[in-house]
């Protein structure tokens, strides 16, 4: 016997279309959200992707950053070694200016010296000789040999030694001169004189006090030949200088000797003829000789040496 099924109830078709509906809504959904999901995973990576190239770029930065740094500080201390180095050549060549300097004063001391003694003494001889004047004393000078000269006449009687009246007072008013004057040509334990130029100091080497006669010989009680009279003229000469003004035994020259001495030449340094009696009397004479200092030593040594080193 078949088996009749029963009709549907009507509501049973709207139930299963809504059911479709929701599904179908449902898998849009779900595919919609596939969609986004999909489009935010793909701007994820490339935002990543992005964001790695930047920090690659900025490591890439930073590595040349350090390395123009290391550039600069490799430069900065080839600079503060170049510096030092300047520095050093700088400081040399400051020393050596510094010797050149002093060796050209030592070399314009040297040509000074050399050329400007007879200037010196040219000038010591005129004072000396003005300030004589002025006492009313009146000797001769002559300026080329640096010697300031004494006639017999003035100082001595014929063969004799000792001092006429006007020869002391003669020589008394040289012995004032002459301190006044040399203490400013050498060097002194006493005060140099005010009005001294400082740059005449110690220039002298000696003042030698000679004793000359003429041709003719002598033989005295008191004076064998011409050798003993002339010697005894030249070392009173010297004395009554001391005596009257002992300043002038006190003064030295540069190497720290006696400036004043005496010396001897007889007959063996005419100034005029001697076969005339004119020519004798001038012969009969005390000289002052002075006697520049030249340059010291060790100086000329130095000199020397530069120029056979050049």
Same mark, same amino acid.
């Given at each position: 016997?078949?088996?009749?099924?029963?009709?549907?109830?009507?509501?049973?078709?709207?139930?299963?279309?809504?059911?479709?509906?929701?599904?179908?809504?449902?898998?849009?959904?779900?595919?919609?959200?596939?969609?986004?999901?999909? @489009?935010?995973?793909?701007?994820?990576?490339?935002?990543?992707?992005?964001?790695? @190239?930047?920090?690659?770029?900025?490591?890439?930065?930073?590595?040349?950053?350090?390395?123009?740094?290391?550039?600069?500080? $490799?430069?900065?201390?080839?600079?503060?070694?170049?510096?030092?180095?300047?520095?050093?050549?700088?400081?040399?060549?400051?020393?050596?200016?510094?010797?050149?300097?002093?060796?050209?004063?030592?070399?314009?001391?040297?040509?000074? =010296?050399?050329?400007?003694?007879?200037?010196?003494?040219?000038?010591?001889?005129?004072?000396?000789?003005?300030?004589?004047?002025?006492?009313?004393?009146?000797?001769?000078?002559?300026?080329?040999?640096?010697?300031?000269?004494?006639?017999?006449?003035?100082?001595?009687?014929?063969?004799?030694?000792?001092? =006429?009246?006007?020869?002391?007072?003669?020589?008394?008013?040289? /012995?004032?001169?002459?301190?006044?004057?040399?203490?400013?040509?050498?060097?002194?334990?006493?005060?140099?004189?005010?009005?001294?130029?400082?740059?005449?100091?110690?220039?002298?080497?000696?003042?030698?006090?000679?004793?000359?006669?003429?041709?003719?010989?002598?033989?005295?009680?008191?004076?064998?030949?011409?050798?003993?009279?002339?010697?005894?003229? @030249?070392?009173?000469?010297?004395?009554?200088?001391?005596?009257?003004?002992?300043?002038?035994?006190?003064?030295?020259?540069?190497?720290?000797?006696?400036?004043?001495?005496?010396?001897?030449?007889?007959?063996?340094?005419?100034? @005029?003829?001697?076969? /005339?009696?004119?020519?004798? =009397? $001038?012969?009969?004479?005390?000289?002052?000789?002075?006697?520049?200092?030249?340059?010291?030593?060790?100086?000329?040594?130095?000199?020397?040496?530069?120029?056979?080193?050049?």
């Amino acid at each position: 016997m078949s088996r009749i099924t029963p009709p549907a109830p009507p509501h049973a078709d709207t139930e299963d279309s809504y059911l479709a509906s929701l599904s179908d809504l449902m898998v849009g959904l779900l595919f919609i959200f596939i969609i986004i999901l999909m @489009a935010f995973a793909l701007n994820y990576r490339q935002a990543e992707s992005t964001s790695n @190239a930047e920090t690659i770029k900025q490591q890439a930065e930073k590595q040349r950053l350090i390395a123009e740094t290391q550039i600069q500080q $490799q430069k900065r201390v080839q600079l503060v070694q170049e510096t030092e180095k300047l520095r050093k050549e700088q400081q040399s060549l400051s020393q050596q200016t510094t010797q050149l300097v002093e060796e050209k004063q030592r070399l314009e001391t040297i040509i000074v =010296r050399l050329t400007d003694n007879n200037a010196v003494r040219r000038t010591l001889l005129r004072d000396i000789e003005r300030d004589l004047q002025n006492r009313g004393v009146r000797v001769f000078i002559d300026e080329k040999n640096g010697i300031l000269r004494l006639p017999e006449e003035l100082l001595f009687a014929s063969a004799q030694a000792n001092f =006429r009246p006007s020869g002391e007072q003669a020589i008394k008013q040289l /012995s004032f001169v002459l301190a006044e004057i040399l203490p400013c040509y050498s060097q002194t334990a006493t005060v140099i004189q005010p009005q001294c130029n400082q740059r005449s100091e110690s220039r002298l080497e000696a003042v030698f006090i000679e004793g000359h006669t003429d041709n003719q010989p002598i033989n005295t009680p008191q004076f064998k030949d011409n050798w003993a009279l002339a010697n005894a003229r @030249a070392i009173n000469t010297y004395q009554a200088l001391i005596n009257h003004a002992p300043l002038l035994d006190t003064l030295q020259n540069g190497q720290a000797q006696a400036l004043l001495s005496v010396s001897v030449y007889e007959a063996r340094r005419p100034v @005029a003829d001697q076969d /005339s009696e004119e020519g004798r =009397r $001038q012969n009969r004479r005390i000289d002052l000789r002075f006697l520049m200092a030249s340059p010291p030593p060790e100086l000329v040594e130095h000199a020397a040496q530069r120029l056979r080193a050049e």
